[in-house]
């Protein structure tokens, strides 16, 4: 097993600071004093906060990519519905995890460092953007197999689905539970499930 190198540690601690304590009151020297890395040697992989953000940002994306991956496109068993249910449990099993601070992450980071980070923003919309598109034709799939309602606007869908995770996602963070996060995944698969 390979070590953590200086620049995995850094990405990580920022992570978990900007998850905790918001991404304008952590400063470097907080990820100086939390990763135990040298300043200089922060400075050497990012040049400043923003670029941290960014690359805290991919971390968050590489891992809901991953996850998405597992548990949808290449989950073998089940329908699509319980595909995205497992996908959610996911989700839902990283937020208990860290007793839903911070909500989702990328829109934790979005809501801070994306006012003034341009990037960060542009980044977070081809993410989104691609998310969107993938489940769109997943859902036609769906459709096509008849395990989901076809009287219902596919593009429509796939941006409820995403729009409504974001924002229970928040939502659970504000109530530190995700009991309503779970009860409205089921009744919106259930409401997706064809007949």
Partial sequence: ?????????????????????????????????????????????????DELALAVLEKHIASLQL???????????????????????????????????GGCPLMSLMVEAGKANERLRERLRQFFSQQNQGLEKLLNEGKRLGEVRADLPTSALASLFISWLEGSLMVASIEKSATALRQERDALLHLLKSS
């Fill in 1 to 49: 097993m390979r070590s953590t190198s200086n620049r995995d540690q850094v990405i990580k601690v920022g992570a978990e600071l900007f998850l905790a304590h918001g991404f304008t009151t952590t400063s470097m020297d907080d990820v100086v004093k939390q990763s135990g890395v040298a300043k200089s040697n922060i400075y050497y992989h990012f040049q400043s906060k």
């Fill in 67 to 101: 996850l998405f991956r597992q548990c949808v496109l290449e989950n073998k068993n089940g329908t699509l519905l319980q595909k995205l249910r497992a996908y959610t449990d996911g989700l839902i099993a990283e937020l208990v995890e860290r007793e839903c601070v």
